[in-house]
């Protein structure tokens, strides 16, 4: 078994996954290797592999490095070992459907984190996690237009699902997950359903470079922040509609006073903001009328 891997800058590191998926639609490793870098993996076969030239041009000019690494024939077992479930206090636990529960921990969300994803580890979906469970419980404002059946809950860039069914589990129903890749959105339906929430959350397909976010009174955004940035300039044209709380991630530490202010812009001001190493997470609530 052959990894391969290709770093590249992290500014343009959404970019240049969008473009392996392309060559390796069966599944790409993400791992943060430093504060400006980030390695997408593939493995297999040598015969089943992308071809490096193919790799180079996919990653542009934001390559940093490609390597090629022999694994271990108990590679799978070492995977497992990597994903450790998540816990936040007495709130609540993530894990993979191989660990045990956790005694006392609140709600158990069992998250598969597949071959392309992980399982809400990351600092980042941790910032998120706890920010949504400070929220109180779910208002639907008038001024948000939301229509009957429409979603609560955004997901944008759900991944495995983690952020968007712990909404649902806290009772943010329904919940919209949204994803360029469609393993992503495999994921999600999967992992709702194992949850329990499989009527409540629906994903599909979407690329917010192409199309504007749909309207929901909540919306989830754990992306790098030059997606976010589409985003709010989305609801600066008018041509998506001002969600009534956004709790961002995906923001290195430095990148969050300009994201928060881009978002100000806007009408959606800082309410909270958590720090985990190098990393940031945002709330962000609109002025309510009155």
Known sequence: MI???IRVRRAQAELVLAELIELA???????DVDPETVEYAVYGPPGELPSLPDLEVAAGGALVQVSTSEVAD???ERWRQFHRPLVLGDRLVVRPPWAPALPGGGFDLVIDPGRAF???AHAT???CLELLLDLQRPVVFE???IGVGSAAVIDLGCGSGVLGIAAARLGW???LGLDFDPLAVEATVENARVNGVGEAVSARCFD???APVPAAPLVLANLLAGLLLIWCSQLASGIAERPERVIASGLLEREADPIADAFAGVGLRERDRRVGGDWAALLLSAELPG
């Open 143 to 145: 001024t948000t237009g």
């Open 74 to 76: 108990d590679w799978a």
């Open 208 to 210: 917010l470079r192409s």
């Open 25 to 31: 639609p069966d599944g790409v490793e993400e791992v």
């Open 173 to 175: 129903t329904p919940v």
């Open 3 to 5: 990894r391969l891997a």
């Open 125 to 127: 979906t941790r910032l």
């Open 118 to 120: 992980g399982t809400g």
